[in-house]
């Protein structure tokens, strides 16, 4: 039987076009998805909109559009846009539909029957922009002594309302106890240390609905009130999960999420699923955020970069890479469109398509159809277990591109230093080569394996060109329930029909 891995993106809010922040993100959770399917998973990838929102309201009021006729337009561009840039979810959630509504109503009634969801008069700050409530501490004061959201910059919401709240603090221990038993749940290690430093100094309850909104899932035992959007929203990932057994503690289960929502996920979510005696999730990656030039993006400032026009400009390899090359999951990153033309034309074209285009133009001229190896050597610096222990688990993407990198330009070095095409010329050397274009083949055709979760074009072509069986197998787009991708990288014999073609088009200066 499969493995089972769970894979998911933020529920994205709805109210405007994805920019490249929200592409990282869904780039890396498409990553982990292709990694896992090539190493015999069977894997459920989750993206989608978090509906259910008071922003969103605003938003369609401010259009004049009915709120439904908004939010299906939205959730069809933003479905457009993920297949533009060829991320292989197999779920799009939006939590305003029926099943996510019937989830989220079963658990409050649970919490509910468990006497874990009580009533409370109360007095509080809220910001919308945040949609969340806000201590005093929380809040910075600006020019005026007047208390504003420091993300935002606007003054929140004074609300007194009687809602339901969820007993937080009763589940502190539980919390500590769990973050104990897995040390490494929240990564980077630092951001993991802020949340636990903060569940020290202790936890209060937190509302679980708003008196007086009117557009949101209602409570199954007030139906005057509806669900607070965190509370709906980050059960998600269970709805998208709950009828083909993802959920069970056997599943490993990642998110991918932003700093500014680290506490929803890593306090209040392991809270929730132990109240609904749910499994709880392995790993939550958090990703920060991008500036442009130096910059915040902004719209008033036309520095908000579309992911879409980038791939077309340039190509969905060239953006991942830069990416993932540039910036570590855990680090403030900056989008540079110089930066993106200097790393494909220096590092793709340069490096990697120049290697793959020196070696198949010289073996198709000289007719090499096939390789065979003896030399175990060759062999001991790939396993499965690396790729997941050193790579995956630690989200440290940035380090197995650099590796693999490192490679790209060992190999260089010894098709530069060799010269085969000398070598051929003379009889007496002609053999040797053979013999070293037959092993830089065989190079070729694993670091393309190795890094066909990132470069996702650029292995198709070079399936393409070298026309191997086994190879061709090999898709990151489907659950490969078998070891075809093992089979490939161990081919210790091999034919080719060899086909040469451009991987990467050039692309002119952006300066």
């Not at 899932?217 to 709805?239: C, E, G, K, M, R």
């Not at 998110?255 to 929803?264: A, E, N, P, S, T």
């Not at 809270?271 to 993006?297: C, I, R």
């Not at 790393?343 to 398509?353: D, F, K, P, Q, T």
């Amino acid at each position: 039987m499969a493995k089972k891995f769970l894979v998911t993106t933020p529920i994205y809010y709805p109210n405007g076009y994805p920019h490249i922040g929200h592409a990282n993100s869904s780039f890396i959770a498409d990553v982990y998805a292709r990694y896992k399917r090539l190493l015999w998973y069977e894997v459920k990838f989750s993206t989608g909109n978090d509906e259910n929102s008071q922003k969103i309201l605003q938003k369609a009021q401010e259009e004049g559009t009915p709120v439904m006729e908004y939010l299906d337009a939205m959730a069809k561009k933003r479905e457009e846009v993920w297949q533009s840039l060829s991320i292989t979810y197999t779920d799009f959630i939006r939590t305003t539909a029926p099943h996510h509504k019937e989830l989220v109503q079963k658990v409050l009634q649970k919490a509910y029957d468990a006497w874990d969801i009580y009533e409370w008069l109360y007095k509080w700050y809220y910001c919308v922009g945040c949609e969340s409530f806000k201590k005093e501490s929380d809040l910075v004061k600006n020019e005026k002594g007047d208390l504003i959201c420091p993300d935002h910059l606007k003054t929140p919401d004074v609300l007194t309302e009687k809602n339901r709240f969820f007993k937080l603090k009763k589940y502190e221990q539980a919390i500590k106890d769990f973050y104990k038993e897995y040390p490494n749940f929240v990564e980077p290690g630092y951001r993991f240390n802020e949340v636990k430093s903060f569940v020290e100094g202790g936890l209060e309850d937190f509302s679980v609905s708003r008196e007086t909104n009117t557009f949101g899932i209602p409570l199954p035992f007030d139906p005057s009130q509806v669900t607070y959007v965190w509370y709906d929203a980050l059960f998600n990932y269970v709805t998208v999960s709950q009828q083909e057994g993802f959920r069970d503690e056997t599943t490993e289960k990642v998110h991918i999420l932003g700093k500014d929502i680290v506490r929803f996920h890593a306090i209040f979510w392991p809270a929730m699923l132990m109240s609904a005696e749910m499994a709880l999730p392995n790993h939550e990656y958090v990703t920060w955020y991008f500036t442009v030039d130096g910059q915040k993006m902004s719209k008033s400032l036309g520095n908000v970069i579309d992911p879409v026009e980038m791939i077309e400009k340039y190509d969905r390899d060239a953006v991942v890479f830069m990416l993932m090359y540039d910036v570590p999951i855990w680090s403030d990153g900056d989008f540079s469109e110089e930066r993106l033309w200097n790393l494909y034309e220096s590092m793709l074209i340069g490096a990697r398509w120049n290697l793959v285009n020196r070696v198949v133009s010289l073996c198709s001229k000289y007719e090499i159809t096939a390789w065979k190896c003896t030399d175990e050597n060759f062999f001991s610096w790939f396993s499965i277990s690396t790729i997941e222990e050193k790579y995956l688990k630690s989200g440290n993407l940035q380090w197995y591109l650099q590796d693999r990198y490192r490679l790209v330009q060992s190999a260089n070095e010894y098709i530069t230093k060799a010269e085969p095409w000398k070598k051929y010329k003379d009889e007496a050397t002609k053999e040797e080569a053979i013999s070293d274009l037959k092993f830089l083949l065989y190079i070729v055709k694993n670091l393309a394996l190795l890094s066909a979760p990132f470069l996702v074009n650029g292995f198709s072509k070079i399936q393409t060109m070298f026309g191997n069986e086994v190879l061709s197998k090999v898709d990151s787009t489907k659950n490969m329930l078998d070891d075809s991708f093992q089979q490939a990288f161990d081919m210790k014999e091999f034919t080719v029909d060899l086909k040469p073609e451009i991987i990467y088009k050039r692309v002119e200066p952006t300066v």
